[in-house]
Nanobody, 113 residues
Framework: QVQLVESGGGLVQPGGSLRLSCTAS????????MAWYRQAPGKQRELVAA???????DYADSVKGRFTIVRDNAKSTVYLQMNNLKPEDTAVYYC???????WGQGTLVTVSS
């Protein structure tokens, strides 16, 4: 059974940073493409960043230059480093295994002064 467990969310002031982590179990992590999505209140879930098995990375325009996705195959973990956070980044962030279409439970990020 595949499990994705996210952590690292919380409350941060505008301009601050957070690092989200997603650790996978029950799967061969290094053969799957991974991604982070987010869903803000009243909005549809959107892709934030993705990383392929060959470490090709893609980002939403709204986070380019501020967010970085990193995968550590040895730890079966994908990270999302978020810098210069803005109030509009407030959302529940979800980890996604794109090949298996599995999702984590989500972690809440709130950017507010």
């Amino acid at each position: 059974q595949v499990q994705l467990v996210e952590s690292g969310g919380g409350l941060v002031q505008p301009g601050g940073s957070l690092r989200l982590s997603c650790t996978a179990s029950g799967t061969i992590f290094n053969i799957n493409d991974m991604a982070w999505y987010r869903q803000a209140p009243g909005k549809q879930r959107e892709l934030v960043a993705a990383v392929s098995t060959r470490n090709y990375k893609d980002y939403a325009d709204s986070v380019k230059g501020r967010f970085t996705i990193v995968r550590d195959n040895a730890k079966s973990t994908v990270y999302l480093q978020m810098n210069n956070l803005k109030p509009e980044d407030t959302a529940v962030y979800y980890c996604n295994d794109r090949d298996l279409d599995e999702w984590g439970q989500g972690t809440l990020v709130t950017v507010s002064s």
